[in-house]
């Protein structure tokens, strides 16, 4: 058996990689919506617009 002081920092370890991966996959999902945009700027402001809307009509 592993002694859980190990199994602990571990599993910080893990959680930090995870968050590093995330941080970086949230990067380039920002990046890629951004390029979207600028391609594709048409789209982009139909998409803008759509979220206001839905924004507005949402109720907390």
């Known amino acids: ?3 859980p ?3 602990i920092s571990e599993r910080q370890e ?3 990689e995870r968050r590093r991966r995330r941080a970086q996959f949230l990067r380039d999902l920002a990046e890629a919506r951004a ?3 600028r391609v594709q700027p048409r789209r982009a402001k ?6 206001a809307m839905r924004m ?3 109720r907390w």
């Open 14 to 16: 893990n959680e930090a």
């Open 56 to 58: 507005r009509t949402f």
């Open 46 to 51: 139909t998409a803008r617009l759509r979220h």
């Open 5 to 7: 002081e190990e199994q």
């Open 35 to 37: 390029l979207r945009d």
């Open 1 to 3: 058996m592993r002694n």
